[in-house]
T-cell receptor, first 113, second 114 residues
Framework: AQSVTQLDSQVPVFEEAPVELRCNYS??????LFWYVQYPNQGLQLLLK??????LVKGINGFEAEFNKSQTSFHLRKPSVHISDTAEYFC???????????FGKGTLLTVNP | EAGVVQSPRYKIIEKKQPVAFWCNPI?????LYWYLQNLGQGPELLIR????????DSQLPKDRFSAERLKGVDSTLKIQPAELGDSAVYLC????????????FGAGTRLSVL
């Protein structure tokens, strides 16, 4: 069965610093991987996705993620964060033709001035 | 293009009362999902529809929860009677077939049961 582990529940950083949010997944078949962002009192917004091809994927708001099959990881990165990036970030995985999307517990990114 | 629309955004009820949530998916999306998101957790699937058919309702507590998707478009999720533990955010999402069926979410309904 597929599962997702987000290794950090909270990540505080200063504005303009780089950030990495870590995600590991467990699956026995090929996967699709997603990062969603949730701002306070909002729904989930798709940040980026890995479906196939290049292992480095770029998303909205300057975020990117790298798919590492050997380490079963899909870490999210941004070289310079802004106050407006403060939000909850969720990593999610779905297997092949399986519709089920399994989410991690989320990482709260707090960007301080 | 309009996104997934949910209403109401917030609902406060007393325990044992009924409550209903409404969802309008993105136009043309045949697959619709209802998720439950507890505080500090990721969303968990309650039910998935393909057109009018509920194809995965294994996680839906059927003693008090029910859902419908008439005409394969809008959907309603109902709880009757509500319990204190039902306080959470209820999210609706929609996607196109076939996989990878990228899911797009609505803003959610935050339910508080007193």
């Amino acid at each position: 069965a597929q599962s997702v582990t987000q290794l950090d529940s909270q990540v505080p950083v200063f504005e303009e610093a780089p950030v990495e949010l870590r995600c590991n997944y467990s699956s026995s078949v090929s996967v699709y991987l997603f990062w969603y962002v949730q701002y306070p009192n909002q729904g989930l917004q798709l940040l980026l996705k890995y479906l196939s091809g290049s292992t480095l994927v770029k998303g909205i708001n300057g975020f990117e993620a790298e798919f590492n099959k050997s380490q079963t990881s899909f870490h999210l990165r941004k070289p310079s964060v802004h106050i407006s990036d403060t939000a909850e970030y969720f990593c999610a995985v779905s297997e092949g033709s399986n519709y089920k999307l399994t989410f991690g517990k989320g990482t709260l990114l707090t960007v301080n001035p | 293009e309009a996104g997934v629309v949910q209403s109401p955004r917030y609902k406060i009820i007393e325990k044992k009362q009924p409550v209903a949530f409404w969802c309008n998916p993105i136009s043309g999306h045949n697959t619709l999902y209802w998720y439950l998101q507890n505080l500090g957790q990721g969303p968990e699937l309650l039910i998935r529809y393909e057109n009018e058919e509920a194809v995965d309702d294994s996680q839906l507590p059927k003693d008090r929860f029910s859902a419908e998707r008439l005409k394969g478009v809008d959907s309603t999720l109902k709880i009757q009677p509500a319990e204190l533990g039902d306080s959470a955010v209820y999210l609706c999402a929609s996607s196109l077939d076939p996989p990878p069926n990228i899911q797009y979410f609505g803003a959610g309904t935050r339910l508080s049961v007193l």
